[in-house]
Every structure is written in C-alpha cells, then in structure tokens.
C-alpha cells in the first residue's frame, strides 16, 4: 500500500514556474514508477508525464521541454517543475504510483493515486 500526497499547487500569471511535490508513503517508492496527470473540470484525466524505476522520463508533447519530472527516493518524493505555464495548464494535478515497466500514459495502469493539488493560471 503507498499513501501519496501532492503539494506546491497555486495560483501563478502565464509565463511563471512552478514546482509541485508528491510524498509517498511507504518503504517501496523506489520500485515504482510514478507518473503525473491533470484533470480540467467537464475534461478527462490526461497524462502529463512519468519517471521510471530507473529515472528514465516521459511526457505528454503538450508539456514537453517546459515540465520536468524528477525523483528523490531518499526522500520518497517525485516532484513535476512546470515552466512556462499557460492557462491551458490549469487543472488539479495528480501523482501516480505503477508497478508496469516502463510507465504507461494510461490512469488505469496506475495503482495508487493522490488527492490532488489544483493550479490556477492567469492570463
């Protein structure tokens, strides 16, 4: 069982940085892969992207070259560092545990999920 909480969520203006943090629960962190997704409301769950067991990354091409994912397993913590937002970035974000190698862009490949933390962009 892994416990994930998010935090770092905000409101920002178009253009800003933000880093959101994921802490997991647990003794095992370093045997998942983790992933982030966002949730507009009347909009379906979206991969934003994954970090593997061995550090390798993915992203979704909306957010590639400005969202970073990265991971601590001493700390149990996968962080996504978003750069450059626009207001089509707003949304509640999500981190993901998954046991699958390498790591899906499917939320139904993910076993544990947090409770989200919502980021509001302006114009």
């Known amino acids: 069982q892994v416990q994930l909480v998010e935090t770092g969520g905000g409101l920002v203006q178009a253009g800003d940085s933000l880093r959101l943090s994921c802490a997991a629960s647990g003794r095992t962190f370093s045997s998942y892969a983790m992933g982030w997704f966002r949730q507009a409301p009347g909009k379906e769950r979206e991969f934003v992207g994954a970090?593997?067991?061995?550090?390798?990354?993915y992203y979704a091409d909306s957010v590639k070259g400005r969202f970073t994912i990265s991971r601590d397993n001493a700390k149990n913590t996968v962080y996504l560092q978003m750069n450059g937002l626009k207001p089509e970035d707003a949304a509640a974000y999500y981190c993901?545990?998954?046991?699958?190698?390498?790591?899906?862009?499917?939320?139904?490949?993910?076993?544990?999920w947090g409770q989200g933390t919502q980021v509001t962009v302006s114009s």
């Open positions: 970090i593997s067991r061995s550090y390798n990354t």
């Open positions: 993901a545990a998954s046991y699958s190698y390498p790591p899906s862009n499917k939320p139904t490949t993910y076993q544990y």
